[in-house]
C-alpha cells in the first residue's frame, strides 16, 4: 500500500497534515505502508516518523533536516565540495566583531 501525504499525487491512502501534527493514526499507516509520499511543506517529524518506520519515502528530507537555512545549506556545499558563493558563517554579531568586522558588504 502507498500512503500519500502530497496533495497531488495520489497513493491507495491519501492523507493531509497541513496544518497539524502527525498523530497515531498516521502512525498506523505508515506501520502498514510500503511506501510513503511526502508533501512538500512537509513537518519534520513526519519525515522522521516515515524514516522511522517505513523502508520507502519519498522524496528524502534527510539533507533538509539535517543542514537547515541558510547557513545549513553552506555547511552542506561546503561539506560535499559543490560550487557556492564564497560565505562566512557567525553564530552571533559579538562572533562577527570579534573576527574583525565591523560592517557587512552586500554584493
Known sequence: MIVS??????????RL???????ESDLELIRAADA?????????SLFKLAQAHCARIFPNYTARFSYPGKTGQIRLFARTRMPHPESLCFQTMADFRAAGHSNIDYP
Open 36 to 44: 510513503v509520499i511526502l508533501p512538500q511543506g512537509c513537518y519534520e
Open 17 to 23: 497534515c497541513a496544518g497539524r501534527k502527525p498523530d
Open 5 to 14: 501525504y502530497h496533495p497531488c499525487f495520489t497513493g491507495d491512502r491519501n
